[in-house]
């Protein structure tokens, strides 16, 4: 697929260099321990592969918490920004503003840092709060937003199901929509005010394209870019 928008992204055509510019940076989150399809045909060493991985402990990247993936996987515990985050400082999937980092004066004792009425074991400021996202998803390792395209067929995972049911049945799990175990929540995209269009990846990890003055409904899915009447891409979606 990106071999057929690197025919379409040239220069000349802004909007669809930026579409492959964006397009090529939505990737699954990869976290390095996607489980692998697992079927009632696999091998008995590709079975123990995935098992381990299932329940191999790890600290969410998000939240700071333990988790594996047998007990964790679409449960949807964990929230995360499926957005960029602004040059103004603004997340563009929610318009929520990041801590800013706060100066703080210190100054290097013996490769250490050190300042007035602070514990010379620990460092002189606090470290930045994060703000929570506003998309629910699963417990991740990785900085990179899950997406639809990480959601996990059941036919992929069946010879895993009686552990996993054993954890927690999968029909129960709140990521559990049609025959899938989703790793991040469905919500409606995000449309600029002076958008013209809008690239999303729709529930079904396809990208399409919402025109607002004649789509109608704001759809389901995770926007990817953003362009004006002009065909500029847009920098700032609040």
């Known amino acids: 697929m990106h071999a057929i928008w690197m025919v379409l992204a040239s220069k000349n055509d802004s909007f669809h260099y ?28 590709e079975v ?17 918490c333990e988790f594996d993936l047998l007990g964790s996987m ?3 515990e964990c929230y995360q920004h499926p957005g960029t985050l602004q040059e103004d400082g603004r997340w563009s999937c ?21 300042s007035c009425g602070t514990d ?14 506003c998309q629910r998803c699963d ?15 059941i036919t992929d995972l069946s010879a895993l199901l009686p552990v996993i049911n054993k954890e927690f049945p ?5 990521g ?24 999303y990846m729709d529930n079904d990890a396809e990208r399409r394209t919402y025109t607002p003055e004649t789509d109608g409904r704001v759809p389901e899915g995770m926007e990817i870019l953003a362009c004006d009447a002009n065909g500029d891409t847009i920098a700032n979606w609040h």
């Open 18 to 45: 930026e579409l492959y510019r964006d397009m090529s940076k939505v990737q699954m989150a990869r976290p390095g321990h996607r489980i692998p399809a697992v079927t009632l045909y696999a091998e008995p060493d």
């Open 48 to 64: 123990q592969t995935a098992f381990e991985k299932m329940t191999k402990a790890w600290i969410c990247f998000e939240c700071g």
């Open 74 to 76: 679409g449960q949807l």
């Open 94 to 114: 929610c318009g929520q503003y990041q801590n800013p980092v706060r100066w703080s004066h210190n100054w290097p004792v013996q490769r250490m840092f050190d």
């Open 120 to 133: 010379r074991s620990k460092p002189p400021y606090q470290p930045v709060a994060r703000v929570r996202g």
């Open 139 to 153: 417990h991740n390792t990785s900085s990179a937003a899950f997406t639809h395209d990480d959601a996990m067929q």
């Open 170 to 174: 999968f029909y129960l799990r709140t």
């Open 176 to 199: 559990f929509d049609e025959g899938v175990l989703r790793r991040c929540a469905k919500r409606k995209i995000v449309v600029p005010s002076n958008a013209a269009r809008v690239v």
